[in-house]
């Protein structure tokens, strides 16, 4: 498999702040490498030439995007709605809550409606990600 076959966007409401922003990046991360295909990771562990082992990493492209609130929904529901991408998001729910247990609560008692997004992950071929994210601005510290 080629490395531009598949791509890996996360994307950031425009309006989360950069600290908010990495730990939600972080949680959606594990969760797609958690979820995903074995074919997401390069080699398992890469030795260095002094015998020192690093984890490999994701074989393909991980950009960060950011989108307004409403365009982030949108490309939540339209990933969710195509079979050949996985999908991270992160409910703003996650940020006020402390345990799992809350978490859980504090979701399945909302419709998705009144769900507000702080992010999402894709996960998928190049393709169908792209028809979702190719316009999307890059995610940087302004």
Not at 22 to 38: C, F, Q, R, T, W
Request: proline letters at 3%; zero cysteines.
């Amino acid at each position: 498999m080629n490395y531009e076959d598949k791509k890996i966007v996360g994307i950031i409401a425009s309006n989360v702040e950069p600290s908010i922003a990495l730990n939600v990046i972080g949680h959606m991360a594990i969760s797609i490498g958690k979820y995903s295909d074995e074919d997401i990771m390069g080699k398992k562990e890469i030795i260095d030439k002094s015998g020192i082992s690093h984890l490999g990493i994701s074989k393909f492209p991980f950009i960060i995007t950011k989108v307004k609130s409403g365009k982030l929904k949108n490309a939540i529901e339209l990933a969710k709605n195509n079979p050949n991408i996985l999908v991270a998001d992160y409910p703003k729910d996650m940020l006020e809550t402390r345990t799992d247990e809350e978490l859980v609560e504090s979701i399945t008692s909302k419709e998705n409606e009144k769900l507000e997004y702080l992010g999402a992950v894709l996960y998928g071929n190049t393709k169908d990600v792209d028809e979702i994210t190719g316009k999307f601005q890059l995610w940087r510290i302004d």
